[in-house]
């Protein structure tokens, strides 16, 4: 069996054979590992027929003379049509304004550059297509402030963490309502929150945001239906369901108990609805044209749905890739049919899409009421569980035999294996981007920014076949170029702000691109540092956010009382050794913390508080255009969201925040904090005037 065809099929499909690890040590991928990412990719390589069949099928792909139905271009620039047009052919522009261009390729087959920003219709030798004209940046935090120097703040939270009086054992967008109000009145420009993206319905017991059915639609589960419908429908629903008690118990609960919390909320969501759906209620028009506006992509979410809670009497699983043939396509006779007798419990899943779409509606304009010139940032997972609804209703662009992960570096010694699934980057071009494009308008729909989780996935992701452990995988390329001129256009339409998450190992040249697209990067202060000597002030990035902490590390208090060790003690992850190392590294940090507050600002012998206080000061500090403090170190709390490497050990997204949303901020702690970063803010935005 030929390597040489082995790697030049790897190639042609799109992986890299070669690549530098965290450490920028030399990698190269097993033929062993390479045939078997191969075979999730749809190209089978277990013999020299198979590959030269496999190969064969992606040359033909490659040399087709029918251009893809989309392509892309930044504005100002003109497109190389020489692979399918000849020079001078002549061809008709349909702009997005209603105008239209008639002119000729140039002589070397271009497009000229006569489009404005959009998604413009070509039609040219009898073929029509789209191209997407973006602009040369993403809308900017700038152009968000109206100052040419941003120095913004704002908080992170988990949405699920917040409280109010009756919201039945987790946040709400009631409770995020009224939190953006508080926060938007104490200078904050912005709130960015934990993923609200659609979980399954009927499976409590997969709650982690970052594991989703599919990035199209919401977790309706996060809907105050209170502050859609009143609060009198849902007191008779709740009297009608007897679910008082029940609510009462789980809202006094010290962590989230989601498999009850979310069995009485959709008990009560059917009560609504059955309400609803058969009175002359005014919010009907309203339900109805949101059905209508959510076209075939809404109506495939929400007959998944429906078939999953069907699945007993169908006689299916949970995992649609076991249906039978008949259910595996969702646009089959035997879907039509299934839609067609239950048209209720379908229905019933696009009005919880519609309670918790308007919900998240509010929760922003009440952001931008209360003076937030950003508003609420989504989070936008890095991708979505092989046997959710978005993998089932977009089989060809996603892939569903392949997992999500990271190789094995500096923090996780064994890789990870995120057990979501990515898109296809052939798929993609085959379908115009369109499972991109629509997820993007999901995600920014509510949103005056976004947070892209892992935004190295737009250039390469670590793919991992079903199965196999996280250190046998491989790169898979994406169409880096395509994908941020799509993010920088629906950023434009939408006028929200893009945040890349891009810690861990980063291709080389990706900050350089994301800077210039404006597209603002991340640094942690935990991570700015070279054992124990953390960045000065003046040396911090102005194309990235600055935090203190994120979801998966420790919060301040945490890391300055070791409790993530101890926690990783506790569980068995380190040994002795290990734990030595570590505390003598983390108490080698501390000091460092302390000699840079006092250099700085001329702190001594400073209590845990004081050096959040301090901590807080710094980052406000820098120059770094936004800075997002997480609710967690404005209050002074211990304990992480998430510790990576457990499932039930360490009780992750199960935590509440200590008070309700409303009165949150006038917390001691967080008041002075926010106080000092705000004070902070407004220094730097003098200094670098």
């Known amino acids: 069996m030929s390597n040489e065809q082995l790697e030049m099929l790897a190639a042609e499909a799109g992986l890299s054979v070669d690549w530098k690890d965290a450490n920028a040590r030399p990698q190269r991928v097993s033929p062993e590992v390479l045939r078997k990412v191969l075979d999730g990719l749809g190209y089978p390589a277990e013999n020299d027929e198979q590959i030269s069949a496999s190969l064969k099928r992606l040359q033909d792909q490659s040399l087709s003379t029918t251009p893809p139905p989309l392509l892309t271009v930044d504005h100002g620039t003109s497109l190389d049509l020489s692979a399918w047009f000849k020079p001078q052919t002549p061809f008709v522009l349909d702009l997005e304004d209603g105008s239209r261009l008639d002119a000729k390729l140039t002589a070397k087959a271009e497009l000229p550059a006569l489009a404005t920003v959009g998604y413009q219709q070509l039609a040219i030798d009898g073929q029509h297509l789209t191209i997407a004209v973006a602009p040369k940046t993403a809308y900017s935090l700038a152009m968000a402030t109206d100052t040419s120097v941003p120095r913004a703040w704002g908080l992170t939270l988990q949405l699920y963490y917040l409280r109010r009086e009756g919201d039945g054992g987790f946040g709400d967008t009631q409770a995020l309502e009224t939190f953006a109000r508080s926060a938007g009145e104490r200078g904050a420009a912005a709130i960015a929150i934990s993923p609200v993206h659609?979980?399954?319905?009927?499976?409590?017991?997969?709650?982690?945001?970052?594991?989703?059915?599919?990035?199209?639609?919401?977790?309706?589960?996060?809907?105050?239906?209170?502050?859609?419908?009143?609060?009198?429908?849902?007191?008779?629903?709740?009297?009608?369901?007897?679910?008082?008690?029940?609510?009462?118990?789980?809202?006094?609960?010290?962590?989230?108990?989601?498999?009850?919390?979310?069995?009485?909320?959709?008990?009560?969501?059917?009560?609504?609805?059955?309400?609803?759906?058969?009175?002359?209620?005014?919010?009907?028009?309203?339900?109805?044209?949101f059905r209508h506006a959510g076209g075939e992509a809404l109506e495939n979410h929400c007959r998944f749905e429906a078939l999953r809670d069907e699945g007993e009497k169908?006689?299916?699983?949970?995992?649609?890739?076991?249906?039978?043939?008949?259910?595996?396509?969702?646009?089959?006779?035997?879907?039509?049919?299934?839609?067609?007798?239950?048209?209720?419990?379908?229905?019933?899943?696009?009005?919880?899409?519609?309670?918790?779409?308007?919900?998240?509606?509010?929760?922003?304009?009440?952001?931008?009421?209360?003076?937030?010139?950003?508003?609420?940032?989504?989070?936008?997972?890095?991708?979505?569980?092989?046997?959710?609804?978005?993998?089932?209703?977009?089989?060809?662009?996603?892939?569903?035999?392949?997992?999500?992960?990271a190789p094995p570096d500096i923090l996780n010694r064994s890789g990870q294996s995120w057990g979501i699934s990515a898109f296809s980057p052939t798929g993609l071009k085959r379908n115009g981007f369109r499972a991109f494009i629509e997820m993007l308008r999901a995600n920014f729909a509510h949103a005056g920014g976004l947070r892209i989780?892992?935004?190295?996935?737009?250039?390469?992701?670590?793919?991992?076949?079903?199965?196999?452990?996280?250190?046998?995988?491989?790169?898979?390329?994406?169409?880096?170029?395509?994908?941020?001129?799509?993010?920088?256009?629906?950023?434009?339409?939408?006028?929200?702000?893009?945040?890349?998450?891009?810690?861990?190992?980063?291709?080389?040249?990706?900050?350089?691109?994301?800077?210039?697209?404006?597209?603002?990067?991340?640094?942690?202060?935990?991570?700015?540092?070279?054992?124990?000597?953390?960045?000065?002030?003046?040396?911090?990035?102005?194309?990235?956010?600055?935090?203190?902490?994120?979801?998966?590390?420790?919060?301040?208090?945490?890391?300055l009382t070791e409790l993530d060790i101890d926690w990783n003690k506790t569980l068995g992850h380190i040994d002795e050794d290990t734990e030595r190392h570590w505390r003598e590294g983390r108490e080698r940090e501390r000091q460092g913390l302390r000699a840079a507050l006092k250099q700085n600002y001329g702190m001594h012998d400073s209590t845990e508080s004081e050096l959040i206080d301090g901590s807080v000061r710094y980052l406000g500090h820098t120059r770094a255009p936004l800075v997002l403090l997480p609710i967690e170190d404005a209050l002074g709390i211990e304990e992480q969201a998430n510790l990576p490497g457990t499932i039930d050990s360490h009780p992750n997204w199960r935590r509440r925040l200590p008070a309700d949303s409303a009165s949150l901020l006038d917390d001691a702690n967080a008041a002075r904090r926010l106080e000092i970063l705000a004070a902070a803010r407004q220094q730097a935005a003098e200094r670098d005037q």
């Open 198 to 289: 659609a979980m399954f319905a009927n499976d409590s017991e997969r709650f982690s945001p970052y594991s989703p059915s599919s990035r199209l639609f919401l977790n309706a589960l996060y809907a105050a239906p209170g502050a859609i419908l009143g609060e009198r429908a849902v007191r008779i629903a709740i009297d009608e369901t007897g679910l008082g008690d029940e609510l009462k118990r789980l809202q006094a609960l010290p962590l989230i108990d989601w498999p009850a919390a979310a069995a009485a909320k959709w008990k009560i969501f059917r009560s609504l609805y059955a309400a609803f759906i058969g009175s002359g209620h005014p919010l009907h028009e309203d339900f109805n044209s």
């Open 453 to 559: 989780d892992h935004v190295m996935g737009l250039q390469r992701l670590w793919v991992v076949p079903l199965g196999s452990p996280p250190s046998e995988g491989a790169y898979l390329n994406y169409p880096l170029d395509d994908m941020l001129r799509l993010l920088c256009l629906e950023s434009w339409r939408h006028k929200a702000v893009v945040l890349g998450e891009d810690l861990g190992t980063v291709p080389e040249g990706l900050h350089e691109k994301l800077s210039t697209r404006e597209i603002l990067g991340m640094r942690v202060l935990l991570f700015e540092q070279d054992n124990g000597h953390f960045k000065p002030i003046i040396k911090w990035s102005d194309d990235a956010l600055a935090t203190t902490s994120t979801h998966d590390l420790p919060t301040l208090t945490g890391w």
């Open 314 to 405: 169908l006689g299916i699983g949970g995992n649609w890739h076991e249906w039978p043939e008949q259910y595996k396509n969702p646009r089959s006779k035997a879907i039509d049919e299934f839609a067609a007798s239950h048209g209720e419990q379908i229905g019933f899943h696009a009005f919880a899409q519609w309670l918790i779409a308007r919900g998240l509606e509010r929760a922003q304009t009440a952001a931008r009421s209360s003076g937030m010139s950003i508003g609420l940032i989504g989070d936008l997972a890095v991708g979505a569980d092989g046997a959710g609804s978005q993998a089932w209703s977009r089989q060809d662009e996603l892939l569903s035999a392949l997992t999500v992960g």
